[in-house]
T-cell receptor
């Protein structure tokens, strides 16, 4: 069974640019959630996708957007990057909510 | 919405010492409760979970009991090892939306 994978591992972007982060969910998991983890803090919920539809959103501006594909993989897009967007972006997949969410290793984004 | 209060770290222990990390939460209803662990440079790993009152989750020598009356889910381990050095996150799951709420995490450092 393959776990959650994310790409790329690290990324450096300039303020104002756009970025796309990718996530492959664990086999059989139909729900993908994205979290932002700033240095030294706990992860903050960005949004969740269930069967290709957005299924909840945290307190993030519209320049954070996403997609989920028929194979349940997902993308996180961030437009007009700001310095404060520098963080570890975590993707988590799940099937049954009570079983918990399974996280990938994350993408470390640095905005300069 | 849900919120989490965890004891602030860092918690520094000697090998084979007893570890307790306190966690209290506020939530609507009775959420499922999770502990996640984050080793340096990695994503989050699900450590243990409990889905209803008085349930005890356990894994790798760690235990936590769902205490509805005190809205707590304290993590314990009887004899820690150097390899337990990590950041530990308590997270209730909001039933509507399958969203995890994380506290700031507790850093644990175990010295030989």
């Amino acid at each position: 069974e393959t776990g959650v994978t994310q790409s790329p591992t690290h990324l450096i972007k300039t303020r104002g640019q756009q970025v796309t982060l990718r996530c492959s969910s664990q086999s059989g998991h139909n729900t993908v959630s994205w979290y932002q983890q700033a240095l030294g803090q706990g992860p903050q919920f960005i949004f969740q996708y269930y069967r290709e539809e957005e299924n909840g959103r945290g307190n993030f501006p519209p320049r954070f957007s996403g997609l989920q594909f028929p194979n349940y993989s997902s993308e996180l897009n961030v437009n007009a990057l700001e310095l404060d967007d520098s963080a570890l972006y975590l993707c988590a997949s799940s099937l049954e909510p009570s079983e918990g969410q399974y996280f990938g290793p994350g993408t470390r984004l640095t905005v300069t | 919405g849900n919120s989490v209060t965890q004891m602030e770290g860092p918690v520094t222990l000697s090998e084979e010492a007893f570890l307790t990390i306190n966690c209290t939460y506020t939530a609507t209803g009775y959420p499922s409760l999770f502990w996640y662990v984050q080793y340096p440079g990695e994503g989050l790993q699900l450590l243990l979970k409990a889905t209803k009152a008085d349930d005890k989750g356990s894994n790798k020598g760690f235990e936590a009991t769902y205490r509805k009356e005190t809205t707590s889910f304290h993590l314990e381990k009887g004899s820690v090892q150097v390899s337990d050095s990590a950041v530990y996150f308590c997270a209730p799951l909001k039933a509507a939306g399958n969203k995890l709420t994380f506290g700031g995490g507790t850093r644990v450092l175990v010295k030989p």
